[in-house]
């Protein structure tokens, strides 16, 4: 005021108003003359009073109803310019406060008819407002007046007035409150009697208001009224209101006077009975309201919710809360409610946002909350309000992710959701939005496909709202995507941040409070005892009440909020709200600590947990949080939580906070806190911390790794701990630590994450630290490791579940346990059996750490693992094949350190498992070489048998008595492999079976490798064995062997194998399985053979010999039958081994063995052994003893006389179905024809000899049959044109093959043996004469094998090439084989000739039937030289057998031979064949001289014995002879041919013995004239046909001459004829028959023809031969008379 006061200021107001009035003077002067003397009036007023007053300002305020009627008067003209003046004028005098109450009354009258009139509105409320604020003179009906006047203002058309009236009212509204605040304060000091107020309904008994409380009274009163649409009592005159002015109004009111309302009682009164009600009443739309209904905007009361009365509403309610929450505690019960009902789904959404932003306002108040508990939640029969709000905006937020506002559909991101999140994994990339191509990554909730943004709204604690302050809206707005949730959210932060703020400050306080008390009490003084000890009480009481309400907040709220913040938690994919609710859920956790809520404390700690494991993974394990689980559980392991966290003071209490939920879940809790950290485990079980984790959400700062180490040492120490548990607790500890396990690999189970291995390390530290007494958890322990751990499909997971088993393993075995294991040797099963489980898991990664482990055992443990060995070795022999090469390569590895270093250290009865796990990896095909090395292996595992014999002997021999008295007890027969054998013989046996496997394994290289090494052990070390077990050798192994690789080999694949792996070239003699096959076989048969051959001496005295006998020679025979030539050759050579036709031991090495028994007994053991031995070994015990009886001075008998016989029968009849089978020939012929080989066909026929020496005994003609058939078909076997030039001789050679040799051999040792025989074999002489004229014929007439094709190359005419002809097969040149056999033919004749048998069987007829046909084909021959031995042959054959025949004449046994030998010599001496043209004279001689030497043998052996020969020979002879002795002329006319072409000498010597035989002076015998008459008759008719044919020829050659040889001839035959007269006169004439002689005189008329001859020669010869005749003249009479005599 000081300002308006000073006389300067006053001076000048004067001033002003003087020319105020002036001016209004002017402005009226013509118009308004009243007004214009007014003011003139007026101006002199003015002077007056400042000249007679020293208080210039109090005076005018006296006087100013006078002072401003002028300007009244003015404004009543209606006249802008006048109106506006006078306004003017007033304001200046009220802003001096020279205005009474009256003038004020007539000011507003003025300013009403004013407003009527709708003029200067503006400044009409200028006025009024610095009417009503400079000072206090306005009351009551004027005061409502000025008030109404705003109003009616405020609801004109024009908006500029409506807006400032607006302002106005409420700057009026304030003004009147502020009045009565100042009314009060004035009267503050002065205390009153409080006046009963007795009904107050009455609007009008407010006299005890005073008067400026009055008039608030009255205005707040009608604000009511008006927003309830009802008349108002007050302020008279409203034409009309509007609901949301007058809400605004009363919130305004409420907001800025509190103190009013909580002072008076009148007001308190107005509150409850007018203001709630209202509020009620009006919300009711909203109540009724669901979403869906019609809706129009019209401001008219419908039955609906409007934005701007609801929005408003809620402000008032907000404050209404706020401020008066003590007066109105029902109300705010119904208030509250209703905010919680309109955060509904079905209600509108922007009715939502607005009551979560109210909800918000309360939330940033604790102590508020705080009140609601007490009033509501800690009451009997309330509502529990704060429960509700909590749990409404965790619905809301649910109900947000359930339903996407319909205002704008959520936009949902379908791009994958791959989480691949740090430890919190919300979907990383869920947040792109795609707006208008720019990718974004806004902070955003994400849950089921819905997509919620989080939007910044506010700073942390204030609620500034957004909706509620949109006063000016009137169409209810579109509340952006995420509004309502980023509200909902930060409610539920402040709240927990208010609440845990709020009641740790209190808690704070009541720690310092109770600590300064007890100080005090601890001090001497007594006085002050009483005193303090009271105070404490009080505290105390205090404390459990403020502590109560505490706890009851927290139970309240903690359930809805968790709820909220773990459904926000998964759904958050912002750092910040995830970070945000993270610490909302550990303040609480805190706080629950701090207040000991074990449930609550426990759930928040869960759900920590739960966020930081990804998400679903946590369903299983933490659902447990029902507060009676959990506290049951917190009881049951009370102990462990004692154990494990001592807090040692109060001010641990926050550690105990995070500690003691180890007593509820320990495990659990502490397992999500690993993983959250990212902690790994390391090789002991304890904890290392791992690389950070990976992800945009890493939470691990650097700050936190660094602590990583210090949490990792705790946890470890924590387990350690376990070792002081009672064995009951540590069955508990591990129980809960498997199922959580269990938990955590459900959780594992189809998710690529990482899994939680922290249950499999606590595990092993806990088995580790608990070692001294294993065996009570060895079984829980390594059966959930074993069965579920090692299983599970994620890899990490069982990596570390066979890391743990193995390490425990490997741990108890070097743990030092009381007794040593040596002397439990349960304790050491146990430890061990869990390595034998792994083998039936089939993860390779699982069994590459059991051999690893084995590994490692063997190499520490290895020499004190006793009765452990069967598990370790049955781990290595669990490998199956098909479980990859690295792990078979392992286990391997395994078994060659035990086979190397472990055979003596381990019991002998586990030498069979070696022996059987050697051979399984044998069988394994993943890996030759391993194979091949296992191979190895058993070798060596044989020699150490045979090194450690005895030893191994003695200690199997007591086990075996152990367990006999054992399985005696129990009644049970043993049952062992090989059983009757001892068991150190079954040892060997089981090795051998394993090797038997081997050797009929798919791979040829295994195959062989095998076999060669069991027939090398058998033969080095069999005679170790003892004599009885030879018989399971021979018939449980070798026999068994050799069916198996029969019946392989027969089944074997004959496709052709491209190569063998890799770049490996194949063989072509190996290049099909079959082949391969066949080498097998070759190699097992051999075998066998030879341990037969060898070990005979053994094997005899067996029983069952002559069965295995029969069983080996069956074998034999399939083989040899096998349609392959190696395997059919090998046998042949097994067979001749048995036969001991080859010996089996170098010369060197045979011993002296005598004679009988035909087998060399092995005396050095060893001396075909292996590389293990390098000297000699024998036994000294019972095998040197047997081989002693053996190599005893007397040789020993091996078996009776007949048993041998029998068992070389079989072999001949073996021999006899090879060979029969053999060379029988196929059917059909075509490509795959199999023909046996040559030198499989050598060696069959080889055998006989060998064979025959056995049986000759007993063989008879059947036998020879029988031979001789396969001898005749293995010599017509062909052989392929490829193999031939290495079989076949060049022509020129006559050389034999070795099958014809073996062939002729054959038949020599049978004639042989015949020859010493006794007489009943000499029956068999004409059978062996057939079989090798049979192979005489060959030289001639090949034989036919079967309907097979062949080219015959024996003849020398073609030419070499031909050999290589296209024909598949070839036949053999038999000449050379025919010639050989002829030769023995003629010397066994000259052996045997005289024989009855040879006689009797007309072999000599034979021979020469046989020698006919190469003598009548001559030059056709094949081979010349064939012919020639021929006749040379039939030569020396018939020098020896004519006399025989002669001799047996009378017989008739040669009748038939004589024609045949007719024939051939008619055959031969004239034969059909040609000589070819190039025969030279030479040869035509020589051939010649042939000819002479058969003729010469007619005349020395046949005709001089012509009386004991058939007259028919003897006439045929002669006829020949005849033949022969005329020269048969050929037709050609060359002087040259003729002279080689004809045979003059032989002619010559057939004529001579013509004549020879025509002079028989000394007839003896009527037989010889016979010959003599025959001779003559010959000669004369021979003589006759010359002469004809020389007189025709003499006639026809005109001057030439005739041949010489012709022109020979004819004087040959004249001397013949003179010589033969000559004779005839000589003889007498009895001897001489009468034909002769008429044959001697019908020749001279022939001969006086040829007296015309030109030849000399012939005339001298004729003259000579026609002398004679002078003797026939005269015919003596004697001849007349005797006519005919």
Not at 74 to 95: D, F, N, V, W, Y
Request: net charge negative; proline share 6%.
């Amino acid at each position: 005021m000081s300002g308006t006061n000073s006389p300067e200021a006053v001076k000048k107001l004067l001033e002003n108003m003087q020319s105020d009035l002036r001016a209004l003077s002017l402005e009226c002067k013509k118009k308004f003359p009243p007004v214009k003397e007014a003011a003139e009036s007026g101006i002199i007023k003015v002077k007056t009073i400042a000249a007679r007053n020293t208080e210039i300002l109090a005076a005018l305020k006296e006087n100013s109803s006078e002072v401003v009627q002028p300007f009244l008067m003015g404004c009543g003209t209606k006249e802008p310019k006048i109106t506006q003046l006078c306004l003017a004028a007033i304001q200046r005098l009220m802003s001096h406060e020279v205005v009474s109450e009256t003038a004020a009354g007539n000011i507003i009258n003025m300013l009403w008819q004013l407003m009527e009139n709708s003029l200067e509105e503006l400044k009409l409320l200028q006025t009024v407002l610095v009417l009503l604020t400079t000072n206090t003179v306005v009351h009551d009906e004027s005061l409502s007046k000025a008030i109404v006047l705003c109003f009616r203002l405020h609801f004109t058309k024009d908006n500029i007035t409506n807006n400032t009236a607006a302002a106005t009212v409420r700057q009026v509204v304030t003004v009147v409150f502020e009045r009565m605040v100042a009314e009060d304060e004035r009267h503050r000091d002065i205390i009153e009697q409080p006046v009963l107020v007795q009904g107050n309904s009455n609007r009008r008994s407010v006299s005890t208001l005073k008067p400026c409380a009055k008039d608030a009274y009255m205005l707040f009163q009608d604000l009511c009224q008006l927003v309830n649409a009802d008349a108002p009592y007050w302020l008279v005159g409203m034409t009309e209101m509007t609901r949301t002015f007058g809400l605004e109004l009363l919130e305004s009111v409420l907001n800025d006077f509190p103190q009013v309302f909580l002072q008076h009682q009148e007001f308190s009164f107005l509150l409850k009975e007018r203001v709630c009600p209202l509020v009620i009443k009006l919300f009711s739309p909203n109540i009724k309201f669901r979403q869906g209904s019609s809706s129009s905007s019209s401001p008219a009361p419908v039955e609906k919710p409007y934005f701007p009365i609801c929005m408003r509403l809620l402000r008032v309610v907000s404050v209404l809360i706020k401020q008066f929450y003590s007066l109105l505690v029902t109300e705010c019960e119904i208030f509250l409610s209703l905010l919680v009902k309109f955060l509904d789904a079905d209600k509108p959404q922007w009715l939502r946002a607005v009551a979560v932003e109210s909800i918000h306002r309360l939330c940033v108040q604790p102590q508020l909350l705080r009140s609601f508990c007490q009033s509501y939640d800690m009451k009997q029969h309330s509502t529990k309000v704060f429960r509700d709000i909590v749990n409404a905006l965790g619905s809301f937020i649910q109900s947000l992710f359930l339903v996407p506002p319909t205002g704008n559909p959520a936009t949902t991101n379908q791009a994958g959701n791959n989480n691949s999140g740090g430890p919190v994994s919300a979907p990383a990339n869920s947040g792109m939005l795609g707006i208008g191509g720019g990718v974004t990554l806004l902070p955003a909730f994400e849950y089921r496909g819905t997509w919620i943004p989080i939007l910044t709204i506010t700073v942390q604690g204030s609620a500034k709202a957004t909706y509620l302050e949109m006063l000016d809206k009137v169409e209810p707005p579109t509340i952006p995507e995420g509004y309502a949730m980023s509200v909902a959210f930060h409610c539920l932060l402040d709240l927990v941040r208010g609440i845990t703020s709020m009641i740790e400050g209190e808690l704070g306080e009541v720690e310092t409070e109770c600590q300064t008390t007890t100080e005090a009490a601890s001090s001497p003084t007594q006085s002050s005892e009483q005193q303090e000890l009271q105070s404490t009480s009080d505290q105390m009481d205090k404390e459990i009440v403020s502590r109560a309400v505490w706890e009851e907040m927290v139970n309240a709220c903690w359930c809805g909020l968790l709820a909220a913040l773990s459904l926000l938690l998964d759904a958050s994919t912002d750092e910040a709200a995830t970070e945000n609710i993270l610490k909302a859920e550990l303040t609480m956790a805190a706080l629950c600590g701090r207040l000991g809520l074990v449930t609550s404390r426990d759930a928040f700690i869960t759900a920590i947990c739960k966020g930081s494991l990804p998400p679903h993974y946590a369903l299983t394990v933490l659902n447990t949080t029902t507060a009676a689980t959990l506290s049951n559980k917190s009881y049951s392991i009370q102990g462990q939580s004692v154990m494990m966290i001592s807090p040692s003071s109060e001010s641990h209490q926050q550690v105990v906070a995070v500690g003691q939920p180890l007593a509820v879940q320990p495990q659990g809790t502490v397992m999500h806190l690993v993983w959250i950290l990212g902690l790994k485990p390391s090789s002991g079980g304890a904890l290392k911390p791992g690389r950070a984790v990976e992800g945009p959400s890493t939470v691990l700062t650097t700050a936190v790794m660094t602590d990583l180490p210090v949490i990792s040492n705790i946890l470890s120490r924590l387990f350690e701990s376990s070792q002081y548990l009672d064995d009951v607790s540590l069955h508990h500890l591990i129980n809960a630590l498997c199922s959580l396990s269990l938990e955590a690999m459900d959780m594992a189970y189809g998710n690529n994450k990482e899994p939680s291995l922290f249950a499999v390390a606590k595990l092993l530290e806990t088995g580790l630290v608990n070692m001294h007494r294993i065996e009570i958890l060895w079984r829980p322990l390594t059966g959930h490791l074993l069965e579920k751990v090692c299983q599970h499909p994620n890899s990490r997971m069982r990596e570390w579940g066979a890391e743990a088993l193995t390490s425990l393993i490997k741990a108890g075995l070097t743990f030092n346990h009381d007794p040593p294991l040596s002397q439990n040797q349960r304790l050491q099963l146990l430890l061990l059996n869990p390595l034998k489980e792994m083998s039936s898991i089939n993860h390779p990664d699982i069994r590459l750490k059991q051999l690893e482990c084995v590994l490692q055992i063997l190499q520490s443990q290895g020499d004190s693992l006793g009765p452990g060995w069967p598990l370790v070795l049955g781990v290595m022999g669990a490998i199956r094949n098909d479980q990859g090469e690295s792990l078979i390569r392992t286990a391997f590895q395994c078994l060659q350190l035990v086979v190397t270093d472990f055979l003596p250290t381990m019991p002998c009865t586990c030498l069979q498992i070696v022996v059987d796990v050697a051979g399984s990896f044998g069988l394994h095909n993943q890996e030759l070489n391993i194979s091949l090395t296992s191979i190895g292996l058993l070798w060596n595992i044989s020699d150490y048998f045979f090194q450690r014999g005895e030893t191994i002997e003695k200690e199997l021999n007591k086990e075996e008595a152990a367990q006999q008295k054992q399985a005696e007890e129990k009644g049970v027969v043993l049952n062992r492999p090989f059983h009757p054998a001892p068991p150190f013989d079954c040892l060997w046996l089981c090795l051998y079976a394993k090797l038997g496997e081997l050797c009929v394994d798919p791979r040829p290289a295994v195959r062989k490798s095998a076999g060669q090494t069991l027939f090398s052990t058998i033969g080095a070390h069999g005679t170790l064995l003892q004599h009885s077990t030879w018989h399971t050798v021979i018939w449980k192994v070798l026999f068994h062997l050799l069916d198996r690789v029969r019946e392989s080999s027969t089944t074997a694949d004959k496709e052709k194998i491209e190569s063998g792996g890799g770049n490996i070239l194949i063989h072509h003699s190996r290049d099909t399985a079959e082949k391969q096959w066949a080498e097998t076989w070759v190699l097992t048969l051999a075998g066998v053979a030879r341990i037969f051959n060898t070990r005979r001496y053994l094997l005899q005295p067996l029983g069952d010999f002559s069965r295995a006998w029969d069983v080996l020679l069956d074998h034999i025979q399939s083989a040899a039958l096998s349609k392959n030539n190696e395997v059919s050759l090998a046998a042949l050579k097994s067979f001749q081994e048995i036969l001991q036709i080859v010996s089996p031991i170098r010369d060197s090495d045979k011993p002296e063995t005598p004679p009988v028994v035909n087998v060399p007994v092995p005396v050095l053991i060893g001396s075909i052994s292996g590389p293990g031995l390098s000297r000699p070994f024998v036994r000294t015990d019972s095998v040197g003893e047997r081989l002693g009886r053996y190599s005893s001075s007397e040789p020993p008998i091996v078996t009776d006389e007949l048993e041998d016989l029998n068992l070389w029968w079989a072999a001949w009849n073996t021999w006899y179905r090879i060979g029969s089978e053999s060379t029988k020939p196929p059917v059909t012929f075509d490509k795959l024809t199999f023909i046996p080989s040559q030198p499989f066909l050598t060696a069959l026929i080889q055998i006989f000899p060998a064979l025959y020496q056995h049986i000759k005994t007993g063989f008879n003609m059947d036998d020879l049959q029988k031979l001789g058939v396969i001898l005749h078909s293995a010599v017509s076997v062909p052989i392929s044109s490829d193999a031939s030039p290495f079989i076949l001789p060049s022509y020129t050679e006559a050389v034999l093959t070795s099958l014809q040799e073996a062939v002729l051999t054959a038949l020599d040792v049978l004639q042989k043996a015949i020859c010493v025989g006794p007489e009943n074999m000499q029956i068999m002489y004409p059978a062996i004469f057939d079989q090798l004229l049979a192979f005489v014929e060959f030289s001639c007439k090949p034989p036919q094998y079967g309907q097979l094709e062949t080219k015959h190359i024996a003849n020398a005419k073609y030419n070499q090439i031909q050999l290589f002809a296209p024909a598949e097969w070839v036949a053999l040149n038999y000449v050379p084989f025919a010639e050989r056999s002829l030769e023995v033919v003629v010397d066994l004749y000259q052996k045997t000739a005289c024989h009855k048998a040879v006689v009797n069987e007309k072999v000599l007829q034979n021979i020469i039937k046989t020698l006919r046909v190469p003598l009548s084909l001559k030059y056709s021959c094949p081979s010349e030289s064939t012919w020639k031995l021929a006749v040379s042959s039939l030569l020396k054959v018939l020098s020896i057998g004519l006399p025989v025949a002669r001799q047996h004449a009378s017989s008739g046994k040669f009748d038939s031979m004589w024609p045949e030998l007719a024939n051939t010599f008619e055959d031969f001496l004239f034969t059909k064949s040609i000589p070819p043209d190039n025969l030279s004279i030479q040869e035509f001689q020589r051939n010649e001289s042939i000819d002479v030497e058969v003729v010469q043998l007619i005349s020395t052996e046949i005709l001089p014995y012509a009386n004991f020969i058939p007259k028919e020979f003897v006439g045929q002879i002669m006829t020949m002879l005849n033949k022969g002795s005329i020269h048969s002329q050929s037709s050609s006319f060359t002087e040259a041919e003729i002279d080689i072409r004809l045979r003059e000498e032989f002619s010559k010597m057939c004529f001579e013995t013509l004549l020879q035989f025509s002079f028989s002076n000394k007839v003896t015998t009527p037989q010889e004239g016979y010959i003599s008459r025959m001779a003559l008759s010959v000669l004369l008719k021979r003589s006759q046909d010359v002469l004809h044919r020389y007189i025709e020829d003499e006639r026809l050659s005109g001057k030439c001459p005739l041949p010489r040889q012709q022109v020979t001839e004819i004087i040959f035959v004249l001397k013949a004829v003179s010589t033969l007269i000559d004779s005839l006169k000589k003889t007498q004439p009895e001897n001489v028959d009468g034909n002769t002689w008429a044959q001697v005189i019908a020749l001279y008329p022939t001969l006086v023809e040829c007296i015309t001859c030109s030849s000399a020669e012939v005339c001298s010869a004729l003259k000579e031969a026609l002398v004679p005749f002078k003797d026939f003249m005269q015919p003596p009479a004697s001849k007349v008379q005797n006519g005919e005599s």
